[in-house]
């Protein structure tokens, strides 16, 4: 059994994102989830966000981790691996966090 993160509907999330390139490398870009989109969280509390992007295609590891914005209810969580390896194609990644 998948293990599920915990959001409310209101939830701001804020995605972060850990690269493991080297600092001359390009930057990455994060396409999902949108700025100010909302997940709709299932009868056991929790909702499922996909997180997709582009990283340097020398990246090796991409981690994401959810902040609360202040006075928001819902569960943060801490760094979770989004995509590594040969899940990270040609600079591309896309996932849902567990």
Same mark, same amino acid.
């Given at each position: 059994?998948?293990?599920?993160?915990?959001?409310?509907?209101? #939830?701001?999330?804020? +995605?972060?994102?850990?690269?493991?390139v080297?600092?001359s490398?390009?930057?990455?870009?994060?396409?999902?989830? %949108?700025?100010?989109?909302?997940?709709?969280?299932?009868?056991?509390?929790?909702?499922?966000?996909?997180?997709?992007? /582009?990283?340097p /295609?020398?990246? /090796?590891l991409?981690?994401?981790?959810?902040? %609360?914005?202040?006075?928001?209810?819902?569960?943060?969580?801490?760094?979770?691996?989004?995509?590594?390896?040969?899940?990270l194609?040609?600079?591309? +990644?896309?996932s #849902?966090? /567990?």
């Amino acid at each position: 059994m998948e293990k599920q993160v915990s959001h409310k509907c209101s #939830i701001t999330m804020v +995605f972060v994102m850990l690269l493991a390139v080297r600092n001359s490398a390009p930057a990455a870009s994060l396409d999902l989830p %949108l700025e100010w989109q909302v997940s709709q969280q299932n009868a056991q509390g929790w909702a499922e966000v996909k997180v997709e992007g /582009t990283v340097p /295609t020398n990246a /090796t590891l991409v981690e994401a981790k959810a902040d %609360l914005g202040a006075g928001l209810r819902g569960k943060a969580t801490d760094w979770t691996v989004v995509a590594q390896g040969a899940q990270l194609k040609d600079g591309k +990644f896309s996932s #849902i966090p /567990t």
